[in-house]
């Protein structure tokens, strides 16, 4: 079954640039109509969404995150990244990685997410 | 803020019926999905489109829009339906937007 996993580092210094990459298994990145998203839930808060990028690499950003974020994928490695630059203490969330589908039979939805990893800005 | 809102909290007894809702203008054009969050755990996709459930979801969780209103209905609750519920869609601009979540105890 598709799977997905984030990766890295889980404590980042304030004003540095947090990382993430999120590898897909049983699926490509490359299949028409999905799009792969970052989802960020900050401790006891909601949902937010980060962004989210097409196979060819056109990315939509969050407008409160967009001077700040990019989101990239790597077809070759079945594998897209999330880039947070200049980080502060309010960005300590979960981190989520999700497959998007925008086919007539899923309707724009979010239908797989990966099991999330905590990130903390501390230094 | 997010442009599509959610009651914070509602309550059901065990085997009743319980309506969950998201309010914003942009359902009046775009389609919203729901999603589950258990305590320490991913969300979940449960409802999209007009009313479609993903494999493995009870068909007791149910949905519908009216203008700009999105339920999920949980007919008969269980015990572990008890979780957060969030709504997603677009906003105005039509960027993907979470609703505030609605935190759901089975009493």
């Known amino acids: 079954q598709v799977q997905l996993q984030e990766s890295g580092p889980g404590l980042v210094k304030p004003s540095e640039t947090l990382s993430l990459t999120c590898t897909v298994s049983?699926?490509?990145?490359?299949?028409?109509?999905?799009?792969w998203g970052w989802i960020r839930q900050s401790p006891g808060k909601g949902l937010e969404w980060m962004g989210t990028?097409?196979?060819?690499?056109?990315?939509n950003y969050s407008p409160s995150l967009k001077s700040r974020v990019t989101i990239s994928v790597d077809t070759s490695k079945n594998h897209f990244s999330l880039n947070l630059t200049s980080v502060i203490a309010a960005d300590t969330a979960v981190y989520y990685c999700a497959r998007f589908c925008s086919t007539n039979t899923c309707y724009e939805a979010f239908d797989i997410w990966g099991q999330g990893t905590m990130v903390t800005v501390s230094s | 803020s997010s442009e599509l809102t959610q009651d914070p909290a509602v309550s059901v007894a065990l085997g009743q019926t319980v309506r969950i809702t998201c309010q914003g203008d942009s359902l009046r054009s775009y389609y919203v999905s729901w999603y589950q969050q258990r305590p320490g755990q991913a969300p979940v996709l449960v409802l999209h489109?007009?009313?479609k459930r993903p494999s493995g979801i009870p068909d007791r969780f149910s949905g519908s829009t009216s203008g700009n209103t999105g339920s999920l209905t949980i007919t008969g609750a269980q015990a572990e339906d008890e979780a957060d519920y969030y709504c997603?869609?677009?906003?105005?601009?039509?960027?993907?937007?979470f609703g505030g979540g609605t935190k759901l105890t089975v009493l």
């Open positions: 990028v097409y196979k060819s690499g056109s990315p």
């Open positions: 489109g007009y009313n």
């Open positions: 997603h869609s677009r906003d105005s601009s039509g960027n993907r937007v």
């Open positions: 049983g699926d490509s990145i490359s299949r028409d109509y999905y799009y």
